[in-house]
């Protein structure tokens, strides 16, 4: 059975294509493994995301204008579309 999840595939020095061997457990297209091993970073990386969740609405804009300005150009630019 499989389970949908596309591996990715290495490129040989001969062209050819190789699939990676995935251990169980091991995160397919995980940006930072490294973090989901290290206790100490995991815990580093949910305290940044729950400070984040509460934070205000002003205080968000405030901290990150140009991502405020990116999702509005975007959401405008979706809306505004026919």
């Known amino acids: 059975m499989s389970s949908g999840i596309i591996k990715p595939k290495d490129e040989s020095s001969e ?3 190789v699939d ?3 251990s169980k457990g ?3 297209g995980t ?3 490294d973090v989901l091993v290290n206790p ?3 815990g580093d ?3 940044g995301e729950n400070r984040e969740h509460e934070m205000s609405l002003w ?3 405030k901290t990150h ?3 405020c300005l990116w999702a509005f150009t975007m959401c405008f630019t979706i809306v505004s579309l026919p």
Do not use: F
Request: proline content about 8%; overall charge negative; cysteine-free.
């Open 15 to 17: 062209g050819e294509q």
């Open 20 to 22: 990676k061997v995935y």
């Open 26 to 28: 091991e995160h397919v």
């Open 31 to 33: 940006l930072y493994p």
């Open 40 to 42: 100490d970073l995991l």
């Open 45 to 47: 990386a949910v305290d």
């Open 59 to 61: 205080t968000a804009v």
């Open 65 to 67: 204008p140009w991502a």
